[in-house]
């Protein structure tokens, strides 16, 4: 089944512990983005992937981390997590940044940092 | 102006009829949207996009698309309780390609 892989589906922890939340789709896509979405503010792209080896800030970077070593694989980390970064938290793909791919969501990752 | 706006809602309608969801955006070069819903809790799911001017049905559904106007609707007919859901409009940046998405139009179906 074709697919986006997020886990954990969820995750209470401590501000400033590292943690790594993994994204994987089994669809040969190009692209790989994560957003997270709070109340009131939507959707919002953290950082976004064209390729293996090619990462890009989106919106809301600030804090997070990625890598794309595999072109299935593009982990999000949390260095030092802080409480404004609870959030509910989706990986997407798609089989490239062109205009008529529609992005396919995981189920999600719902963070809680205390 | 934000870049993609929709009603927050929430829109009530009763079952069986039809419910009439909008989208309008900003850039007049946007060329792909696109219609997602998404379930409390969950993630969204894609449920039509639309490239082309007019209408597109699939099922219950129908987007449709005026670019002069800049915006972008969805239609569900005999709208059933498990439609009850958040949609997600979303246009595609011309120049990025980043997927844009509105706040959501909250829509509720009474039985």
């Known amino acids: 089944e074709a697919q986006v892989t997020q886990n954990p589906r969820y995750l209470i922890t401590v501000t400033g512990k590292k943690l790594t939340v993994t994204c994987s789709q089994n669809?040969?896509?190009?692209?790989m983005s994560w957003y997270r979405q709070d109340p009131g503010l939507g959707l919002r792209q953290i950082y976004y992937?064209?390729?293996?080896?090619?990462?890009d800030k989106g919106d809301v970077p600030e804090g997070y981390k990625v890598s794309r070593k595999e072109k299935r694989n593009f982990p999000l980390i949390l260095e030092s997590p802080s409480p404004n970064q609870t959030s509910l938290y989706f990986c997407?793909?798609?089989?490239?940044?062109?205009?008529?791919?529609?992005?396919?969501f995981g189920n999600g990752t719902r963070l809680t940092v205390t | 102006q934000k870049e993609v706006e929709q009603n927050s809602g929430p829109l009530s309608v009763p079952e069986g009829a039809i419910a009439s969801l909008n989208c309008t955006y900003s850039?007049?070069?946007?060329?792909?949207f696109f219609w997602y819903r998404q379930y409390s809790g969950k993630s969204p799911e894609l449920i039509m996009s639309?490239?082309?001017?007019g209408d597109k049905e699939d099922g219950r559904f129908t987007a449709q698309l005026n670019k002069a106007s800049q915006y972008v609707s969805l239609l569900i007919r005999d709208s059933q309780p498990s439609d009850s859901a958040t949609y997600l409009c979303?246009?595609?940046?011309?120049?990025?390609?980043?997927?844009?998405f509105g706040q959501g139009t909250t829509l509720q179906v009474k039985p």
């Open positions: 997407a793909s798609s089989l490239y940044q062109g205009d008529n791919s529609p992005l396919h």
């Open positions: 669809m040969n896509h190009e692209y």
């Open positions: 992937s064209m390729n293996v080896e090619v990462t």
């Open positions: 850039d007049r070069g946007s060329q792909s």
């Open positions: 639309i490239y082309s001017n």
């Open positions: 979303a246009v595609k940046n011309p120049n990025t390609g980043k997927l844009i």
